[in-house]
Antibody, heavy 121, light 107 residues
Framework: QVQLQESGPGLVKPSETLSLTCTVSGGSVSSGSYHWSWIRQPPGKGLEWIGYIYDSGSTNYNPSLKSRVTMSLDTSKNQFSLKLTSVIAADTAVYYC?????????????WGQGTMVTVSS | DIQMTQSPSSVSASVGDTVTITCRASQGISSWLAWYQQKPGKAPKLLISAASSLQSGVPSRFSGSGSGTHFNLTIRSMQSEDFATYHCLQSIVFPPSFGGGTKVEVK
């Protein structure tokens, strides 16, 4: 069973770059079984999809964030990563990595525990 | 983009009650709708996919219905562990989008 674990700084200064990593266990980021995803949730608010990265390394981002988002795969470490540039206070959120199961239930079916990122000076 | 509107935003219930939550899509999404349960400080948990397909291990008191633009999640005979926030998700139209959430609270 695939498991996901987010890691990265919990505090980022405004205008700087947020960088998070998701470590995958119990499966391979190269397997082609999932779309590897990032989703975020501001405090007290709903969920927002950030983007997918595929086993090929190609990506698809939410148009609302596209200009600031980069996702990448590290197959040697079985990880995928998120970078969000020029952060502002509104980027404060719990960030989740998740799998989108396009071969099965067409939903985000496995989630990491989430990591809180605060944007503040 | 497709807007997903959940109602109500919150509901109060007692153990044993039946609760129904609605999710409306701004355009037709066939049956490409999923429901999630989220407890405080935890990641969302997938309950139902394809509008009505219960995930393995999810109690049968949860059920989903609907297609097109109007969907329901029904929880029959609420249990104490069911008090949580519920989210809907559409993933057929890019970008995937979630509803705003419905908090089910103790009456």
């Amino acid at each position: 069973q695939v498991q996901l674990q987010e890691s990265g700084p919990g505090l980022v200064k405004p205008s700087e770059t947020l960088s998070l990593t998701c470590t995958v266990s119990g499966g391979s980021v190269s397997s082609g079984s999932y779309h590897w995803s990032w989703i975020r949730q501001p405090p007290g608010k709903g969920l927002e999809w950030i983007g997918y990265i595929y086993d090929s390394g190609s990506t698809n981002y939410n148009p609302s964030l596209k200009s600031r988002v980069t996702m990448s795969l590290d197959t040697s470490k079985n990880q995928f990563s998120l970078k969000l540039t020029s952060v502002i206070a509104a980027d404060t959120a719990v960030y989740y990595c998740a799998t989108y199961n396009f071969r099965g239930n067409d939903a985000f079916d496995i989630w990491g525990q989430g990591t809180m990122v605060t944007v503040s000076s | 983009d497709i807007q997903m509107t959940q109602s109500p935003s919150s509901v109060s219930a007692s153990v044993g009650d039946t609760v129904t939550i609605t999710c409306r899509a701004s355009q037709g999404i066939s049956s490409w709708l999923a429901w999630y349960q989220q407890k405080p400080g935890k990641a969302p948990k997938l309950l139902i996919s394809a509008a009505s397909s219960l995930q393995s291990g999810v109690p049968s008191r949860f059920s989903g219905s609907g297609s097109g633009t109007h969907f329901n999640l029904t929880i029959r005979s609420m249990q104490s562990e069911d008090f949580a926030t519920y989210h809907c998700l559409q993933s057929i139209v890019f970008p995937p989008s979630f509803g705003g959430g419905t908090k089910v609270e103790v009456k």
